[in-house]
């Protein structure tokens, strides 16, 4: 027994460690199936580097052929990462350490998708049209935007203005992040879903903490679909993408069950209602998210029932995170009992 007990000890004192890799190849599916970049242990680090949404790199190399060939297509991944401790019935912590922007320009649709303004305020808007393949291959309803990594902000190139300044501060993002799907299921890069995905939500940025269900061993997890800057809904169905500068650390809670991703950061807790975008009733999104903030509250944090809801009900904020998709449902951190 005390032999068992020194061996258990010693385990327990491996120090973490710290990769650093760049994979060039990537996938366009979360999947139990692809063979890992790396392998990993909860508790690692990992350094890397994501592509844009169109497969360019830190360089402006292109990774991918434009117009998209079978079977391209949705946002180039990187992964998977298999993290040795994880198993189905657990939770994967995924702390993002550095999320920062690593070239000077991206690029976005420049107008609101149908779905998100009346049409005629949306048709017929095309003062800066520019020529078919000027941003990327293929593809005219894209504009280009220069990001200034001193300054810290980004600017679209407009071809037409008024003569306003229009200069918005970044906030790097991850619009993909996740974990392979659950059964045999594989989920192209485009939807989310439970296991995350595209989930394009805004507060995926450094310093967050995001919590997913495990469903495979391993977990298999990938990351990609950086975005500069994007706001509440994605109204133009994309952010403004390009690629990032990527530190991340995993951690494994065993038997920690989950329904959907969650997310904690300095002011909030954050439960995600991850569904597909422009394809999903936000009404249902909306229960789930508050469903499983219940749940979070009783749980983990020792609230009754009543206490729950009556907190759930006065404090509660809510963010619309892809249109006709994903909500999240945020209590402020100020409000809850310490663990």
């Known amino acids: 027994m005390r032999l068992l007990i020194v061996a258990l000890s010693a385990a327990a004192l491996v120090p973490a460690e710290t990769h650093t890799i760049y994979p060039q190849r990537h996938s366009r599916v979360f999947s139990a199936y692809k063979e890992p970049v790396l392998r990993i242990k909860s508790g690692d680090t990992v350094i890397t580097r994501t592509w844009d949404s169109g ?31 994880a198993d189905y019935g657990d939770a994967l912590e995924v702390h993002l350490d550095k999320v920062r922007l690593n070239r000077n320009y991206g690029y976005s649709t ?9 049409p005629s305020d949306i048709e017929g808007w095309h003062r800066n049209f520019y020529q078919p393949g000027a941003v990327r291959p293929g593809r005219a309803d894209m504009i280009p935007w220069d990001l200034d990594l001193e300054r810290g902000v980004a600017r679209p190139r407009l071809l037409e203005g008024s003569g306003y300044k229009f200069e918005i501060p970044v906030r790097p993002m991850l619009g993909c992040l996740g974990v392979a799907p659950p059964g045999e299921r594989v989920e192209t890069s485009g939807p989310s879903g439970p296991h995350g995905g595209n989930i394009d939500y805004n507060d995926i940025v450094e310093g967050a903490t995001v919590f997913f269900p495990v469903y495979h061993k391993g977990a298999y997890l990938y990351l990609g679909d950086g975005h500069a800057l994007q706001g509440d809904g994605e109204p133009l169905g994309a952010g403004v993408e390009t690629s990032l500068d990527v530190q991340f650390t995993v951690r494994v809670h065993k038997g920690k069950r989950l329904s959907m991703p969650r997310l904690i950061n300095e002011n909030y807790i954050v439960s995600i209602a991850s569904q597909p975008e422009f394809a999903s009733s936000m009404e249902i999104g909306l229960r789930m998210a508050n469903s499983d903030m219940l749940r979070w509250l009783t749980e983990e944090y020792g609230l009754t029932g009543p206490e729950a809801h009556l907190l759930l009900g006065t404090v509660v904020e809510h963010r619309i995170v892809t249109y006709y998709g994903s909500i999240a449902t945020l209590i402020p951190r100020r409000y809850l009992p310490r663990r």
Request: aromatic share 16%.
């Open 110 to 118: 420049y107008r609101l998708l149908p779905s998100a303004a009346n």
């Open 55 to 85: 497969g360019g790199d830190w360089k402006g190399v292109a990774h991918i052929q434009h117009p998209y060939v079978y079977p391209e297509s949705g946002n180039p991944l990187m992964g998977p990462f298999y993290i040795e401790e």
